[in-house]
């Protein structure tokens, strides 16, 4: 349609110079584009189409990119797990030390324990007291051990389960890791 349009100014402006008088000239230029106009629309058609098709290429690369870069961002890494074994395993050592300093005041609580039973066949209300009191502690210091326990089994269990998943994720491929299988 824009060729079209083109042509017909031309015309138009040679008619006018001709209504008005003055001669028309015709240079080198004009020569070899008459001979070649339609060389020359098909190349401008071309180039126009061109223009297009990069365009909307460039547009759906873009396009492309923004879910691309949400899940490389998103993406599970192997460093991050293993900061997260490190911390699990630097948690496991506090634990340790509270078992054995329970173990310890268990054992010096049952020796106190046990000499007070073998001081005497019949004890005194006073050293009856003094043994349930440190029962009550012996049993305090044994839930607190059983606590200690329990969140050392906790912390080696996700060491397990990171280290699979850390392995399976060495496995993998970057593009398995951006989609997530």
């Known amino acids: 349609m824009e060729t079209a349009v083109e042509l017909l100014i031309q015309a138009i402006d040679e008619i006018m110079v001709q209504v008005e008088g003055r001669s028309v000239r015709y240079t080198a230029k004009d020569s070899i584009l008459k001979q070649f106009g339609l060389i020359g629309i098909v190349f401008r058609a071309l180039g126009r189409t061109t223009k297009a098709i990069i365009k909307i290429a460039l547009i759906l690369t873009f396009i ?47 020796r106190k324990v046990e000499a007070l039973r073998e001081g005497t066949q019949d004890p005194s209300r006073q050293q009856m007291l003094e043994i349930m009191d440190l029962n009550v502690k012996i049993h305090a210091l044994g839930e607190k051990r059983q606590k200690a ?12 389960k990171r280290m699979a998943k850390l392995e399976s994720l060495k496995k993998k ?3 398995e890791k951006l989609l997530r299988r």
């Open 64 to 110: 492309a990119l923004i879910p691309l870069t949400f899940l490389f961002v998103t993406m599970e890494r192997e460093s991050k797990l293993q900061e997260d074994i490190a911390k699990m395993k630097s948690l496991i050592p506090p634990q340790k030390r509270i078992l054995a300093e329970c173990d310890k005041e268990i054992a010096e609580i049952s």
């Open 149 to 160: 326990e329990i969140e050392i089994s906790i912390h080696e269990n996700d060491i397990i």
């Open 173 to 175: 491929s970057l593009m």
